[in-house]
């Protein structure tokens, strides 16, 4: 069958309906009675019977009220009461074996059609019906039946009569919403959620079915029970237009505007992404996430947004593959067996309908049995792992952060690179890298807290970052935390905190272009060239200080709107420098004044006597760099020196 | 009440379905439905549909037939003007038997049709008539 294709999704929905109806036979065959008064049941009086094909069609009298209370001998058709057709297949007539007059019990969820141009409704999927008996009479007559067999009159059905598809009176909506109308009878019009009789809640525990049997338009009334296994925003690209004011988007909070997104599962293995509100910032995500994840909640009045494939949604497949698939068991209190089933291949993306969102979360209840936590691994075992778009997990410390530069690319679709150790990294002499890089692309939505911590320097929770091709990337469904989280499984993951100073790897032959390293050597030559120097104010840093009109000889701040007395003097200064870790390559450092102390007093000297020779020959000692880029011809590393976080 | 049920019932269902399918490009509400009628050929005509399997071949004169690739390879021959299907299973389930409406690639047609999922091939006169012969050379 075609992976998430329409055969497959029917072949779930199947399975599931055939333990049910069996779970229903059994019961009625011994001899558990049902009772009728839930609402949502049919209650029918048989009149007349015929077969077509396999199924069998009986003409029916729809009672308004369970037949006990009528006298038994009551057999004239009352023309008020509505016909009906109803449909058994062939399975349900052998289990009923029903004759004239006999009186039925339709069980939810059965469904009801209503044929243009035909007077009679008619009702289907009538898997959990059950023959109800009056009295004594009614038993003892049952049997003597039972042992006789009737004769039904088949139809046979021309093959000349073809299906014509397309409406020559198209109404539209009115139409479909008339001939689609679920379970609920006519005569009862509470809205109260199907409830069949077998479910041992009442609420509905499939997604699958709910999609089913309340069409696109959305379910307003049915609820369906799931567990959150994440919490996480999205950008939102919709509605980001009506935000702006102008031309000028409404960066407020940090950036983008997002959708709070849920990703839930059934007890029965069917995923779902739930699209809930839109949020202004992603402030409060922590919260949602440590408040909602693992637990059941109930959905209602949400609408399908998207049917979706394994091919086209990889990303969002990849954390559902986070989930190994189970089965629940086959006892009672049962136990969720891991299977060797695949993974599931399609899954609905839902969200809210017009406004009216119905997710209430039992915060107080336990943890679902059927979360999955993220399994936090230590940076050295990501590093090893072998496939690509695997989700993973992890606690680390960022050394530096590098904002895109691009000025053609507008502020909210940057993308940013960090930098990030932890004590499995530095612990190692050999063999791994010390630090390792991880970009956080625009669709990856921060928090106005986090991106505070990222220039701060802080360690931060890396929850379902993507590793593949060697590189972790934070993507969409990557959340960024300051705190781990409560229920995390760490798998024997060392996540103690860094003891001592952070240490690099040294520059080498190695060393990759977009990394970070350290660096020493010596002086062989400057880059007089682009050498300057600036003064700069020392209450906010402004670079761009401007003459005082007053006094020629002062300088003047605008964005502190005073003299500045003792201006800060700030120099760039490419070096060239020669490294024993790397002989063969041509080193250029870009050094900042007031960064290094040995810079300062070197640029000094150098500014001073503008003699390059005063540098020349001069140590410099383990800088920490960002390598812009490496070439080969000429063999060429080009760096600026920067400062770790 | 003489008149049968079936083809209505039939014929309703698959025009919800290709409402639903025109107004959202779903068509996942009537799976069940479909199951309950069609029974067991409900899965393999919706697999048939998922492989986009179904192809109408259309003649200059406007004569129509369809051509359905079965799971086995084999390509089977269905009219447009009334029910009927070169494959073993239509001639034993429908025509001997009356157990079934449809074979399955006669549902897969209707699903087809109704999803937009129906290839078009556009062939000469000689080439349909040739197909139509070809069947009864089969049979024959």
């Known amino acids: 069958l075609c992976r998430g294709g329409l055969a497959e999704r029917l072949c779930r929905l199947q399975n599931r309906e055939r333990s049910a109806i069996s779970f229903w036979r059994h019961q009625c065959l011994s001899g558990d009675r049902i009772p009728s008064d839930k609402s949502g049941v049919l209650i029918v009086k048989i009149l007349e019977i015929f077969e077509e094909c396999t199924i069998q069609v009986a003409i029916c009298q729809q009672l308004e009220q369970s037949p006990a209370t009528l006298s038994p001998e009551d057999a004239v058709i009352n023309a008020e009461e509505p016909i009906l057709k109803v449909l058994f297949t062939r399975e349900t007539a052998a289990h009923l074996k029903s004759r004239p007059q006999d009186v039925i019990h339709i069980y939810p969820p059965w469904q009801k059609l209503l044929i243009q141009n035909a007077d009679v409704p ?74 069949r009789p077998l479910a041992l809640s009442a609420v509905n525990d499939s997604l699958l079915e709910m999609v089913e049997s309340q069409g696109a338009v959305g379910w307003r009334e049915v609820q369906v029970q799931v567990v959150i296994q994440r919490v996480y925003c999205l950008p939102a690209r919709e509605g980001y237009r009506s935000h702006t004011q102008g031309n000028k988007p409404l960066l407020s909070n940090g950036g983008m505007f997002c959708r709070l997104c849920l990703l839930v599962q059934d007890a029965y293995g069917m995923f779902s992404e739930v699209q809930l509100q839109s949020l202004s910032s992603t402030d409060g995500i922590e919260q949602y996430c440590r408040r909602w994840e693992g637990k059941s909640c109930c959905l209602a009045g949400m609408k399908i947004l998207q049917r979706t494939t394994r091919g086209r949604a990889l990303g969002l497949f990849s954390l559902i593959d986070i989930v190994p698939v189970k089965v629940p068991g086959q006892s009672q209190d049962s136990e969720m067996m891991t299977t060797n089933l695949p993974p599931p291949s399609f899954c609905y993306i839902l969200t809210v309908q017009s406004g009216e969102i119905h997710v209430e979360v039992d915060e107080e209840e336990q943890i679902s049995n059927l979360y999955q936590p993220p399994a936090v691994h230590g940076l050295k075992e990501i590093l090893r792992i072998d496939g690509c778009n695997e989700r993973c997990s992890f606690w680390g410390q960022v050394l530096y952060q590098r904002l895109q530069t691009k000025h053609s690319v507008p502020i909210d679709q940057r993308e940013m690179l960090l930098f990030v150790t932890d004590s499995t990294l530095q612990n190692v002499a050999h063999g791994i890298p010390k630090v390792v890089a991880v970009s956080v692309t625009a669709s990856c939505v921060l928090s106005m807290e986090i991106t505070e911590a990222l220039s701060a320097g802080s360690q931060l929770f890396f929850k379902d970052a993507l590793w593949g091709n060697g590189r972790i990337i934070c993507v969409e469904r990557t959340v960024l935390l300051l705190q781990k989280p409560l229920l995390c499984s760490a798998a024997g993951a060392d996540l103690s905190e860094l003891t001592g100073p952070v240490r690099l790897d040294e520059l080498d032959s190695t060393t990759q272009a977009s990394s970070i390293c350290a660096l020493r050597g010596t002086v062989v030559g400057v880059n007089e060239s682009t050498a300057f120097s600036w003064p700069t104010c020392n209450r906010c840093g402004n670079g761009k200080l401007e003459v005082c009109p007053q006094d020629r000889e002062l300088l003047y701040c605008n964005q502190c709107s005073e003299v500045v007395t003792a201006p800060v003097l700030k120099m760039q200064l490419e070096v060239f420098l020669s490294c024993p870790s790397r002989p063969q390559s041509t080193v250029k450092v870009k050094v900042w004044h007031e960064i290094t102390m040995f810079v300062l007093l070197t640029m000094l000297l150098f500014l001073q006597t503008y003699e390059v020779q005063s540098v020349l020959g001069k140590e410099v000692g383990l800088l920490s760099c960002y390598v812009h880029s490496i070439t080969s011809h000429p063999n060429c590393v080009a760096l600026e020196e920067i400062v770790l976080l | 009440m003489d008149s049968c049920t079936l083809p209505g019932v039939a014929e309703e269902l698959l025009r919800e379905i290709r409402k639903a399918f025109q107004e959202t490009s779903q068509a996942e509400m009537f799976s069940c439905r479909l199951k309950f009628i069609f029974g067991p050929s409900a899965v393999p005509a919706l697999d048939l549909v998922d492989q986009r399997s179904v192809t109408r071949l259309r003649s200059p004169s406007g004569r129509i037939l369809y051509q359905v690739l079965g799971s086995s390879g084999k390509l089977y021959t269905c009219y447009s003007s009334c029910h009927f299907c070169t494959c073993p299973a239509f001639g034993f389930s429908v025509l001997q038997k ?42 024959g």
């Open chain 1, 122 to 195: 008619v009702i289907m999927n009538t898997y959990f019906s059950q023959k109800v008996l009056l009295s004594e009479h009614s038993e003892a007559r049952e049997k003597t039946y039972g042992l006789t067999k009737m004769l039904i009159r088949k139809n046979i059905i021309s093959l000349a009569q073809t299906f014509r598809l397309d409406d020559v009176n198209d109404k539209l909506h009115q139409e479909s919403s008339d001939n689609q109308v679920p379970c609920a009878p006519q005569t009862h019009k509470n809205g109260d959620s199907q409830r």
């Open chain 2, 98 to 139: 009356s157990e079934s409406l449809l074979c399955k690639h006669i549902l897969a047609v209707y699903l087809s049709q109704a999803m937009g999922a129906c290839q078009e091939l556009a062939v000469s006169e000689e080439q349909l008539t040739n197909i139509l012969l070809a069947e009864e050379e089969d049979e």
